[in-house]
């Protein structure tokens, strides 16, 4: 497994590395502008050539793009659909041209509206930004499943690959944090076995393509995504052991959004202790 930290790539694209690298990360995971803002930043192949030298010289053996918050692919307004297809293309296509891993999105929401609509819109605006893009793969993250989100179970996850085309370029991220508030009892390993099986059940087998390690802070079938440090939470430590140790993870990144003790995000100690518990 690739355990990683999410990071900043404040003051250029290759500095994530840099930070990275500090942390004591193998996985890194960015966001590729401001995650509040649709102005996209204006890299250039001078930024893509030196993250891609820095990372060549680095332990770092994958990286994940986050799509902006604002991002809503199952959204029925046009200047928002419009928007987000624009933002997500830019995201895969900087992935494209720094050979990321994939770019992870959370699915949409269908707000009061219908649920099969916003699954549809959605499917379309996955398969319209992988088209308009050329190798970087997408990946759905589940959501803790509050208000209209979509992605709160393995059925509406299935739903959502099959809307997008079921395009081999798709794929899904497991997040912990969120696994645990959708209502999935993931603790022990028998119970995450279980899950995951069930997750392939519902969408197949090897769609499962990336992690996030959060601890949560509200309960099992809380829907409240609120992630916290890892082993300080309702996962806990041997919950956290249970989900990097899970056999099917073994070659993924797992990449951890936790808000360090400070609120500035994970700490080396915290990646350093999630490293130890793969190890035991």
């Not at 707000?111 to 930004?129: H, M, S, T, W």
């Not at 499943?145 to 959502?160: I, P, W």
């Not at 990144?253 to 490293?275: F, H, K, M, N, Y």
């Amino acid at each position: 497994m690739l355990v990683g930290a999410h990071v900043s790539p404040a003051g250029g694209l290759y500095r994530a590395v840099e930070r990275g690298t500090l942390l004591g990360a193998r996985a890194i995971q960015i966001f590729n502008q401001s995650p509040r803002a649709w102005r996209p930043t204006d890299y250039g192949e001078d930024d893509f050539a030196r993250f891609r030298e820095a990372r060549a010289a680095s332990q770092i053996g994958a990286v994940l793009i986050h799509a902006v918050y604002l991002v809503n692919c199952a959204s029925d307004e046009r200047e928002i659909r419009a928007k987000s297809l624009a933002s997500l293309t830019h995201s895969l296509r900087v992935g494209d041209a720094i050979g990321a891993t994939a770019v992870v999105v959370h699915p949409g929401s269908a707000k009061a509206g219908p649920v099969g609509p916003a699954i549809q819109r959605a499917g379309e605006l996955f398969a319209a930004a992988l088209a308009g893009s050329e190798r970087c793969p997408l990946h759905l993250e589940n959501t803790a499943g509050a208000g209209g989100t979509l992605g709160r179970s393995f059925a509406e996850l299935a739903a959502l690959l099959e809307a997008g085309g079921g395009d081999p370029r798709l794929g899904l991220c497991l997040d912990s944090c969120h696994l645990l508030a959708s209502g999935y009892e993931i603790r022990t390993p028998e119970a995450l076995a279980s899950v995951l099986d069930n997750c392939e059940r519902e969408a197949g087998a090897g769609r499962v393509c990336s992690l996030h390690l959060n601890d949560s802070q509200t309960p099992l079938g809380s829907n409240r995504d609120r992630h916290a440090n890892i082993g300080e939470g309702e996962l806990g430590l041997e919950g956290a052991r249970t989900f990097v140790s899970e056999p099917r993870f073994a070659d993924l990144a797992c990449v951890l959004e936790t808000p360090g003790p400070d609120r500035s995000g994970p700490t080396a100690q915290e990646v350093g202790l999630v490293i130890g518990l793969l190890a035991d």
